[in-house]
């Protein structure tokens, strides 16, 4: 450390210093080369004539005999020895190197009679972990370790400092006294001084390297100078080891639903590889709660946890739906957990869970505003040909009068995928398999096997046309399980087993043109696609895994356009769409648009009226991006029902500006008109906005307008402009502090979730937490 390091050096050298100036014929006064020519002196240098009666070795920290191999980098302008006071000194530009502890200063003094060792004038100090040591005037003791030191500046390794009168360091410990400690910028761009953001003042100042804490007696801490806030003793992490355990800032909330709260974190370092955070809540109008977050790194891989319990009034509907019902003092929670494990070279589990004690207590209690929640766990194999996983899914529904317990479990999922390296007849094969068990407490089960093979080869025609062709065979077997409780026919399937063979052929043209254009590259590229299949390939089978169908420009050219396994389009048809492209530097402009006409068969059998795909003409669809460097962006999306031309969907996505600021809107609107709950329709606009202004602040909001009306959606709760909820702050952040103020309103109530205003006040200081 930086006293340690002084005394090390400085009696390293006063022994070498006096074992020359003795030589027969040799001067009380010995000048050494100067700093840029420094030589580094081993423990028994050969120029040196021992001298009776004094060691002619250099001690190491301990006070023992330096053992061989020992180098001292030491360079002084000039150095003297005074025979009647045992006194070395070494003065311009000393600078002295050991162990990677370095010390510099205008005359350093060695007193040979009582072991003093005294540097003055500049003195500085640097230790191996980098915290560097600033004073006027250094002494230290015979005994290597002690030293005291005058108007002290101590800067560590993380950029903090710490500043006082006067200081001693005893045992490695430095103790500091009418000291001040800041991790802020004490000076301006242009070298002028100015009062750090946020400093504390105490008495006395303990900095321990070896457990990386400051400790402080009658402290108070200033933020601009001004005091805030008297604390008789605390301490914090020095920030060399980026964190320890300790209290944090305590963080302040007033809600709408749980009136004025205050949490007051405290973290638990348990090692380098795990740690656990305990907030406690308190709240004017709500009982306690704690919140405890945790995470654990193995060797195989990181898991994190997360845990929130209260107790409280539980609110529900009656079965009318509109009468609330309070169903009394409850135990009230909820509880999350990831991790990610690879259990050997191809093998990995992956796991996520989250769970709710009941349908509003994430609202309530600001965790998030799903409406579902989702549990998972998945064990996968990857090899270079093959791609395998055993999975298994829970969910919880959250919304208000979900009847009946129609949520799925299903265990195991597994699906397999094998792709030989070798080509057969010049294309690629790709064997795939899946199994499912999907069961409900009430509701219909399904068991699930199935098994497919997918061949593909594309050849490049003299004329430039990339010729794709495809073969697809799939062979299914269902169980069906109470059919009769489906929870709606349409999902239903025959009770018993069904199998199901799947036979399609394909082939798809892209005929690429490209050309300069605006000192930029255009392409325009046609594209035909002919599919065959057998009809009526739904029949008897039921629907768990494609109920949320929506025809895009991402699955236009599919084999199946369904989503999951349960629904496959059959009949044959031919899909034609044409892709655009420019670019030029800093500007891209890609678009693409295409429909689907049925040559056979019809898809009203699996595919019901709004989804796209009911009639012989699919809706038309598109999207259209416009990128101009980093500052902008456009993305719009659409389908137009072909028969006459309303949009079905229409979503335009536009951000600008720069990482500091920046604006996004977002518009959606699905006039589909399919009469299920899985595709309900919505008519929504989104923007968020972030403006920085000064050097360190900066302004930020989001809002959520819904635009449904009640003729585009009869089940929807609003009509027209009714705003979900917004989101306003400021925000102040530098190098050192930060502070935050937001406030939020939510617009929509649902039982004990009350729509209302909610504040938010964060602040952060430097090694102190938030």
């Not at 290597?144 to 410990?173: E, F, H, M, Q, T």
């Not at 195989?300 to 509109?322: C, E, H, K, N, S």
């Not at 509880?335 to 992956?350: I, K, M, P, V, Y």
Request: charged share 20%.
């Amino acid at each position: 450390m930086p006293l340690r390091s002084a005394l090390l050096a400085g009696l390293a050298f006063p022994t070498i210093a006096f074992a020359q100036g003795t030589v027969a014929g040799a001067p009380a006064t010995a000048t050494l080369a100067p700093p840029e020519a420094a030589t580094p002196f081993l423990a028994a240098p050969p120029s040196a004539a021992p001298v009776t009666g004094e060691k002619s070795t250099l001690l190491d920290g301990s006070g023992d005999i330096a053992k061989p191999g020992d180098v001292i980098d030491f360079a002084a302008d000039t150095m003297e020895y005074s025979d009647d006071e045992q006194l070395v000194t070494a003065t311009g530009h000393v600078q002295i190197n050991r162990d990677q502890y370095r010390l510099s200063a205008d005359s350093v003094t060695y007193n040979r009679t009582s072991g003093q060792v005294e540097a003055r004038g500049n003195v500085a100090t640097i230790d191996p972990e980098g915290n560097k040591a600033y004073g006027d005037r250094v002494i230290l003791t015979d005994s290597l370790k002690d030293g005291a030191i005058n108007n002290i500046l101590l800067v560590l390794a993380d950029g903090g400092r710490l500043a006082a009168v006067s200081g001693v360091r005893v045992n490695g410990r430095s103790i500091l006294n009418r000291a001040i400690y800041s991790p802020c910028a004490v000076e301006k761009s242009d070298g002028c001084p100015k009062t750090p953001v946020w400093a504390i003042k105490a008495v006395k100042i303990v900095h321990d390297p070896v457990k990386h804490r400051i400790s402080y007696q009658k402290a108070r801490v200033e933020i601009l100078g001004v005091p805030i806030i008297y604390l008789p003793a605390f301490s914090h992490p020095d920030g060399s080891t980026g964190r320890a355990s300790g209290v944090l800032l305590p963080e302040f909330e007033i809600r709408n639903t749980l009136g004025f709260g205050i949490g007051i974190p405290y973290h638990l370092d348990l090692g380098p590889d795990r740690d656990v955070t305990i907030k406690p809540w308190l709240f004017s109008g709500a009982k306690p709660a704690i919140d405890v977050r945790g995470r654990q790194l193995f060797a195989a891989g990181p898991v994190q946890f997360r845990a929130y319990l209260t107790r409280g009034d539980v609110i529900d509907f009656a079965p009318d739906g509109v009468t609330e019902v309070d169903k009394g003092q409850r135990w009230r929670g909820y509880f999350e957990a990831n991790g990610r494990l690879q259990l050997s070279d191809e093998w990995r589990a992956t796991f996520s869970t989250r769970l709710s004690s009941d349908d509003t207590f994430d609202r309530r209690y600001n965790i998030d505003y799903d409406d579902s929640l989702r549990s998972t766990v998945d064990f996968e194999r990857f090899r270079s040909d093959s791609y395998l996983s055993v999975a298994g899914w829970g969910f919880q529904n959250l919304r208000a009068n979900k009847g009946p317990d129609t949520t799925p479990i299903v265990l195991p999922l597994i699906d397999y995928d094998w792709r030989p390296e070798e080509k057969i007849l010049g294309g690629q094969l790709d064997i795939a398999a899946n199994s499912m068990s999907l069961v409900r407490i009430d509701g219909q089960g399904v068991q699930r096997a199935l098994a497919s093979a997918k061949w593909t080869r594309s050849v490049l025609t003299s004329f430039g046309v990339r010729l794709t062709g495809t073969g697809f065979v799939r062979g299914d077997l269902y169980n069906t399980e109470n059919a009769a409780e489906a929870t709606l026919p349409t999902y239903a399937g025959k009770p018993g087993f069904e199998t199901r063979g799947i036979a399609v052929g394909a082939v798809d043209a892209e005929w690429p043109f490209a050309g300069p254009l605006l000192g930029g590259t255009q392409t325009i590229t046609p594209r035909v696609q002919v599919s065959v299949a057998p009809l009526h390939l739904n029949r008897n089978i039921p629907n768990e895994d494609a109920r949320s169908i929506d025809l895009e420009d991402t699955n236009l050219f599919d084999l199946n356009r369904a989503s999951g396994y349960d629904r496959f389009e059959s009949g044959s048809r031919v899909t034609y769409g044409l892709q655009y492209g420019f670019t030029r530097p800093r500007l891209a402009i890609t678009s693409e648009i295409g429909e689907s006409v049925r040559i056979s068969g019809t898809g009203a059998t699996a595919f019901l009226q709004g989804t796209g795909l009911s009639g012989q003409f699919s809706d038309i669809v598109g999207r259209t991006t416009l990128q101009y460097g980093s500052y902008f962006s456009l993305t719009h999306r659409f389908r137009v029902d072909s028969t006459d031309g309303v949009f079905r969907r229409n979503e335009i996505d536009v951000s600008a500006g720069t990482s500091q600021t920046y604006i996004t809107v977002g518009y959606a609107n699905y006039n589909r008109n399919i009469t299920l709950e899985d595709l309900t329709d919505l008519q929504e606009v989104r923007a968020g906005a972030r403006v920085a202004f000064s050097r360190y602040w900066s302004a930020f909001g989001s809002v959520i307008i819904d635009l449904t009306t009640k003729s585009q959606e009869p089940t929807s709760t609003t009509d027209g402009f009714t705003p979900v909820r917004h989101r306003v702050g400021v925000q102040y952040e530098d190098s050192c502090f930060r502070f935050g103020l937001t406030w939020r309103r939510d617009y929509i109530t649902d039982r004990d979730f009350r729509a209302g205003n909610s504040y938010i006040f964060s602040i952060a200081f430097k090694n102190l937490g938030r």
